[in-house]
C-alpha cells in the first residue's frame, strides 16, 4: 500500500510543529497554517481543503488558551467545533481518515481515579465545552474518525511549565506551583510515534482515544521534577525546591481549571500493544536533548 499523503493543520503550534518535523522524514505531508486555512473563515474551509490532496488529516489546530477562550467565546466555538464539524464533513466525503486532538479539560476534575474514554464528560470551562463540541461534531460527521484527547503537553517546539520553571529557576530560588490539581505530563515526541502507528498499523481505530503517558503529576510535581533533572544535567538552577500553592490561589485566571484531569492510557496501550512510559522517563529524555544535545 502507498504511504498516506497527510495534511497537517496548526502546524505553528507546539503539537503541529512537532508532528510535521516527525511526518516529514519519511511521508508526503503538507503542514499548513493559520495563513492556509482560517477556522475563523467556516465558509472558506470546504473549498480550500477541496483543493488539497490528502489522505488523512490531523487537525491539531485549535484555539487552546482556557483564559483567552473564557472571554472570546464565540471565537473559540468557531475555532474548537465549527470549524472541526467542516473538516470531519470534507474528509468524510472523501474519504479520508480524519485524526482530531482534543483535551481532558473534558472532564470536571472530581474524580479519584483515572478517567476512561467511556466516562461521562462535564467540562467546567468554555474551553472545555467548545472542546467537547468538536468531539461531538467531528465524530458525528465522521465516523471513522479518532479523537485523540492530550494532556499538559512538552516538547522542544514551545516552552510549557518544565521550560518556563527552569528559567525561572535560573534567576530565583522563589518559586511556586499548584499542587492540588493533577494530570498526566506528555511528551509531544511520544505522540508523534503513536500517531504514526496509529495510521501505518491501526488504520481502522476510531472513536475516542486517550494519548498520554503513564503515571500522574501536579503542576508542583511536574516543576520539581523538571528542576531536579535540570540540576543533574549541569543547568545551574538556583534551587529544586518549589513552594506548592493551592489553585484557589490563583486569582488572575479567567477560566475555572478542573482539578483531577489524570487519564487512563488503557486503550492505548491495548490498541498498541505495549507499555506506555511514564512521563518521568520523557521528560528526562526531552531535557536531555535539550541540555546535552549529542
Ligand atoms: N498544550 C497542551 O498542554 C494541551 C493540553 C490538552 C489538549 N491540547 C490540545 O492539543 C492540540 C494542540 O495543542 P498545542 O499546545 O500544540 O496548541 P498551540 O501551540 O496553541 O497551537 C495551536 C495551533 O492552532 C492554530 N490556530 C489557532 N486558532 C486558529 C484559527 N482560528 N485558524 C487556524 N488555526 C488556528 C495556531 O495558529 P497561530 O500560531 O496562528 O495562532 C497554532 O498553529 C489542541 O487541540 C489542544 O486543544 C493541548
Not at 521534577?225 to 525546591?241: E, F, H, I, W
Not at 475555572?256 to 492510557?265: A, E, G, I, K, W
Request: aromatic share 8%; net charge negative; with cysteine.
Amino acid at each position: 500500500m502507498p504511504a498516506p499523503r497527510i495534511l497537517i493543520l496548526g502546524t505553528t503550534g507546539g503539537l503541529g510543529r512537532a508532528l510535521s518535523r516527525h511526518f516529514a522524514a519519511e511521508y508526503e505531508i503538507t503542514p499548513w497554517g493559520r495563513a492556509d486555512l482560517d477556522f475563523e473563515q467556516p465558509e472558506t474551509l470546504s473549498a480550500k481543503l477541496a483543493s488539497q490532496e490528502f489522505d488523512v488529516l490531523i487537525n491539531a489546530a485549535g484555539m487552546t488558551s482556557p483564559d483567552v477562550c473564557e472571554v472570546q467565546p464565540e471565537r473559540a466555538f468557531l475555532a474548537n467545533a465549527v470549524a472541526p464539524q467542516i473538516l470531519g464533513e470534507c474528509c468524510h466525503a472523501r474519504g479520508a481518515r480524519m485524526i482530531h486532538f482534543s483535551t481532558d479539560y473534558v472532564f470536571s476534575g472530581e474524580s479519584r481515579g483515572p478517567w476512561f474514554e467511556s466516562d461521562e464528560t462535564v467540562p467546567v470551562n468554555i474551553y472545555g465545552r467548545t472542546k467537547l463540541a468538536g468531539e461531538k461534531a467531528v465524530l458525528k460527521a465522521s465516523p471513522g474518525a479518532l479523537v485523540a484527547r492530550v494532556s499538559w503537553l512538552f516538547g522542544p517546539d514551545k516552552p510549557s511549565h518544565p521550560d518556563n520553571i527552569i528559567q525561572q529557576a535560573l534567576q530565583t530560588d522563589d518559586l511556586s506551583a499548584v499542587a492540588d490539581k493533577t494530570s498526566v505530563p506528555t511528551s509531544n515526541a511520544d505522540i508523534c510515534g503513536w500517531i504514526e502507528q496509529l495510521i501505518i498499523r491501526h488504520s481502522t481505530t476510531r472513536g475516542v482515544l486517550h494519548l498520554c503517558n503513564s503515571g500522574v503529576a501536579s503542576w508542583h510535581s511536574w516543576a520539581e521534577a523538571a528542576l531536579t533533572l535540570a540540576a543533574r544535567l549541569g543547568v545551574p538552577v538556583k534551587t529544586t525546591t518549589v513552594q506548592p500553592i493551592e489553585l484557589a490561589s490563583l486569582t488572575q485566571l479567567k477560566a475555572q481549571r478542573p482539578l483531577m484531569t489524570v487519564m487512563s492510557n488503557a486503550r492505548l496501550q491495548s490498541v498498541l500493544g505495549g507499555e506506555i512510559r511514564n512521563w518521568y522517563d520523557a521528560l528526562e529524555e526531552y531535557l536531555v536533548q535539550k541540555y546535552q544535545p549529542q
